[in-house]
């Protein structure tokens, strides 16, 4: 079976588990307090996550098989690996990336980053030893990541609602479709043979999770509740590289005084963004 | 390139005192020029030294935040009702919080550069956000602030890492507390976060 299928798969798993468990409020509102871990505040259900029960049974099954293997995994990479074969690993995975990131920009009208993504490609394959060294950023050629997901919300495709989805994590319902998409195009579909395009993969996978070391640590020291926090990270950041950094801004009125005069905007109601002035 | 740039930023510290009338964009390229610069020259504030990242941000980054908006903005409505004591906790605790964040990322500088690349005003209010980028090896990550003017000077009273405001998402962390313990709840969170991260 291929990845694409295989995710293809896991996202209709999610999507029927999740909405199986997002059945239960209609019978008795106390199921979400049962599942949830710590917290027990009984708040109103967050309209961005609908099937927060399921997700966060995700997230902690997700969080175990993180401990056990991938983890691990990562550490011993970025102990044992030496920093520049590291380094040109990394290199490696970012210029096939770059590729799709280059198409992305595309079908968004975005020409201009769009050409410069290209021209990075150019760079880095024809002078960087096929992508294993970086001259591009050097010469100011910046990565500019875009996936299938951004796309689709640039098109005005909604987020939809939050997912946490078996192994591969946050994610919402539009990108975990981006997700789908972007596999197809994903630097393993070069590999002929499928033990190749695995390996790849799974190298792929411990590379990023090892840039990740840092960002998670960070993680478990900054948060009251590493569930919410992730997933609004996660719905905050995705806004954000929709609208191209420049998402529409809350503004707190919290003066000692008057009463809050805005009420909270729905992170992740990723509506066709506004024009940008750049 | 930066070098020079921080020699004149420097001059232009000792001759104008505080950061009274400097331009959004230009208070936010010191600030961050001086700590990139601190951090790369400090072998203690790489390895993560608290107690030397803690006197960097007093003397570079504190007297350019408004950290009672920030802490107030983070806390939400109840904050009115917070008495003195109180407050003075919750901004004794959360700006503990946000320096051990930033202390876990003051260790990852390394060779990189900050670009202040645009600021735009925030429609319907006196703020302003200067955006910029580290860049580094890889991609670059987005650093965006988000100032206010009190009287005569600019404050940053909000920092976006990636894509997340800060106080936009503690402000729901904290919400969840609230709701359920009240300030003193909030306060009692904080200390026990505060202290576990230490050990």
Known sequence: MSLGRCATLLLAVALLAGGCASAPPAVGATDASG????????????????????????????????????????TAYRDYVPSPVRQGMGNLFGNLGDVWSMANHLLQGKLHSGLDMGMRVLTNTLFGLGGLLDPATEAGLQRRSEDFGQTLGRWGVGPGPYVVLPLLGPRTVRDSFGFVVDRQFDGSRLFDSEATSYAYTALELVYTRSELLATTSLLDQAALDRYTFVRDAYLARRLDQVYDGAPPLEIFDDTDAAPAANPPATPGAGRPPAPVVR | MLHRWFTAAAAIAICVPAFAQQAPDALVRQISGEVIEAAKADKAIQAGDVARISALVDTKVMPAVNFEVMTRSAVGPQWRGATPEQRAKLQTEFKALLLRVYSGAL?????????????????????????????????????????????????????????????????????????????????????????????
């Open chain 1, 35 to 74: 599942v949830a871990t710590g917290a027990a505040a009984p708040a109103p259900r967050n309209p961005v996550d609908p099937w927060e029960p399921f997700n966060r049974r995700v997230s902690a099954f997700n969080d175990a098989v993180d401990d056990a293997v991938l983890r691990p995994l990562a």
């Open chain 2, 107 to 199: 260790t990852q500088v390394k060779d990189q550069t900050v670009e202040v690349t645009r600021t735009q005003p925030v429609q319907g209010s006196t703020q302003v956000v200067v955006q910029s980028e580290v860049r580094g090896k890889g991609e670059p990550i987005k650093l965006d602030y988000r100032l206010d003017r009190f009287d005569d000077a600019w404050k940053i009273i909000d920092v976006n890492v990636g894509g997340i405001w800060l106080v936009q998402s503690y402000r729901s962390q904290f919400g969840q507390v609230l709701s359920s313990g009240g300030i003193d709840g909030l306060i009692t969170r904080l200390v026990e976060l505060n202290k576990g991260g230490k050990g």
